[in-house]
């Protein structure tokens, strides 16, 4: 089948599968405004292979246009994002024009306070416009699958889906003299990095790196120096992409408290390095977590939740080599080939009758032990 994928830019979290549905035998053609962003660049993140995968940057809008005409009736166009981008909401409407098959690869957005308000008619009026011609909906976590579902569409073209990450091969042998904890992301508001601070305060027996920068460092480590953290955690600023990376396959416990995340890749990270994770239960990737021995999740925003759970993996100790073993390898669902062959049969379904597939992260029938 010949798939289109239509991104602002090459996506280090869809590359991978999509890598993969060409090796799958699809014809894959890979278009985008731009390349790797230059933030991602100046951290140390590999350029992406898309290996035989033809690239095209940057189209214009009669480059868009042909591309759409001429393609045959039965191709399929992936675009990425809800609302779209000036680019995405161009390929739907030709799509609509041309009678193409379209679909969206998006997450929910972000519906906190007044500016969520704006965003929820914004996408809703959008939706109307050029959310008509929708085959399918790749929904990122259960938030996406939610915002679509309550907005009234379909629930038959509404498939669970995530964000992947390049697979690990290796893991480290490593086991720790104290417990390390690792918060990886931007300090913002929405990643809840002060919420974890916080209910650190009464706690010990532990060390938090913090991997990352952004307007609210200055307030977080003053934050820190205020709770008598300063011992405990440690600001090391923005790593390169292998240093974060090793980081994070050597720590004890992956922290994502965010107050919203539409996924976190960060978490696909540290399972298949092997490191247990916990995160709220707004992030995206908390269903990932349905092993007790590879994580969990607490309720967003509760102090003494997050600080219970804490303290309960503080006190089971530091993690070893075969631990991490079995952490590993019960990521074989989120790998990028198992995401593939998902979509596969998303499209079988949609366009060939075929049954609806279950997403390999959620079937229970498949649940490791």
Known sequence: MKLFFWQNMVSPHQVPYIRELAQLGHDVTYITTEPMSPDR????????????????????????????????PGSVHFIAGARGTPLGRLVAKECKRHCRRVGIVTEGPDTRGPGGIVRQVIYSLERLVIGRSFNFILAIGHQGVDW???????????????????????????????????FVGRLVDLKGVDLLL??????????LTIIGDGPQEGRLKALALKLRLTDHVKFVGTLSNTDAQSSIAKADLLVL????DGWGAV???????????????????ASLLTNPWAGETFKSEQIDTIKEVLSRWISKGTVTPTQRKKIKSSTKRIEPLSVARYVDRVLAHVYFDAPRPVAPWLDLADKDT
Not at 44 to 71: C, M
């Open 267 to 285: 978490v696909n990270e540290a399972l298949q390095a092997g490191t247990p994770v916990i995160c709220s239960d707004v992030c995206g990737a």
């Open 148 to 182: 679509f579902t309550k907005r009234g569409s379909p629930p038959d073209i509404i498939f669970p889906f995530l964000y992947t990450v390049e697979s690990s091969t290796t893991i480290q042998s490593v086991t720790n003299n104290v417990f390390e904890m690792i």
């Open 257 to 260: 408290p965010s107050r919203k």
């Open 198 to 207: 916080t209910a650190l305060s009464d706690l010990d027996g532990f060390r």
């Open 41 to 72: 660049r100046e951290l140390g993140w590999p350029e992406l292979s898309l290996g035989t995968i033809p690239i095209i940057l940057n189209p214009d809008t009669s480059t868009v246009a042909e591309l759409i005409s001429t393609s045959t």
